[in-house]
């Protein structure tokens, strides 16, 4: 299958500043993403997702951008707290595999006090 | 919490026993899914179910066999496992629509086999 992978497998950031979690993707049929959290001993936990058609797509304090030219895919967190500790995946699918989502190895993300 | 148990929550098997892990969804979701997550390693896929119907099975050993009675209840029943079978075991659902289906996780099963 396509591989999603992510450029840092970690990644420190302050408390209050914004994080940026990247996320690039192989699959040019790719028509859907999302982001998913997981916290320790928890299953992931849905953040936001994206459909080809856009670039953009906001939620609260999280916001996706998606350049479907080099097929790169982020997630920005504003206002960075320690409760967004965790692992973050993306993931991709396309209209022709049933839904099948192909997840990224993920990134720790770790909030400094 | 998510609309989507598991349980047990943690298990710890021989290898010659046989155990059965169960997940229900309460979101009136048509579709599940069993996913494995090993360390380090991205989330795989092992089984879908759409409409209570197999449509998936990506090259699972069949020590691994899947069960869904109804469109809100699916079980993994394993037998005869291996100690690199020990991994977290997530059950997922969706609505499948045409759209963008959208999988919600439960909180998983930590299986280790001895």
């Known amino acids: 299958g396509e591989s999603v992978g992510l450029h840092l497998p970690t990644l420190s950031v302050q408390e209050g500043d914004n994080s940026i979690i990247n996320c690039a993707y192989s699959?040019?049929?790719?028509?859907?993403f999302i982001w998913y959290k997981q916290e320790s001993g928890k299953g992931p936990q849905f953040i936001i997702d994206i459909r080809s058609n856009m670039d953009k797509r906001q939620g609260q304090r999280v916001t996706v951008l998606l350049n479907k030219t080099v097929k790169h895919l982020s997630l920005q967190i504003a206002a960075t707290q320690p409760g967004d500790s965790a692992v973050y995946f993306c993931?991709?699918?396309?209209?022709?595999?049933?839904?099948?989502?192909?997840f990224g190895s993920g990134t720790q993300l770790t909030v400094l006090p | 919490e998510t609309g989507v148990t598991q349980t047990p929550r943690h298990l710890v098997m021989g290898m010659t026993n046989k155990k059965s892990l169960k997940c229900e969804q309460h979101?009136?979701?048509?579709?599940m899914y069993w996913y494995k997550q090993s360390a380090k390693k991205p989330l795989e896929l092992m089984f879908v179910?759409?409409?209570?119907?197999?449509?998936e099975n990506n090259s699972v050993p069949s020590r691994f066999s899947p069960e869904c009675p109804n469109s809100s209840h699916l079980f993994l029943h394993l037998h005869t496992l291996q100690p690199e079978d020990s991994a977290l075991y997530l059950c997922?659902?969706?609505?499948?629509?045409?759209?963008?289906?959208?999988?919600?996780f439960g909180p998983g099963t930590r299986l280790t086999v001895l």
């Open positions: 997922a659902s969706s609505h499948v629509s045409g759209g963008t289906d959208t999988q919600y």
């Open positions: 979101l009136g979701h048509n579709a």
């Open positions: 179910y759409n409409f209570k119907e197999q449509t």
């Open positions: 699959n040019s049929a790719s028509d859907y």
């Open positions: 993931a991709e699918s396309s209209s022709g595999s049933a839904r099948q989502l192909t």
